[in-house]
């Protein structure tokens, strides 16, 4: 059996709170600062990234198309 990665939310609170409850690991992301800090305190073992909109904007230039982590932006 192949074990899975962990799954992260990063965004506004308000916006990511709900993915908790699936298991989906919530991260802060209320302004680009904090948003910033979540992205680099991500661990090898992160496979996907959700972002809010304003979190994948506050990301847009570090945002490479890598493999690794899968990132999904949700529709605004």
Do not use: K, N
């Amino acid at each position: 059996m192949t074990e899975m990665g962990t799954v992260v939310a990063i965004g506004e609170w308000a916006r990511v709170q709900g993915w908790g409850l699936v298991g989906v690991e919530i991260r802060g992301g209320e302004d680009a600062a904090a948003v910033q800090l979540s992205w680099d305190s991500l661990g090898d073992d992160v496979s996907v990234v959700i972002l809010t909109p304003a979190a994948a904007e506050a990301l847009d230039h570090r945002l490479d198309g890598s493999a690794l982590p899968l990132v999904a932006v949700m529709p605004p």
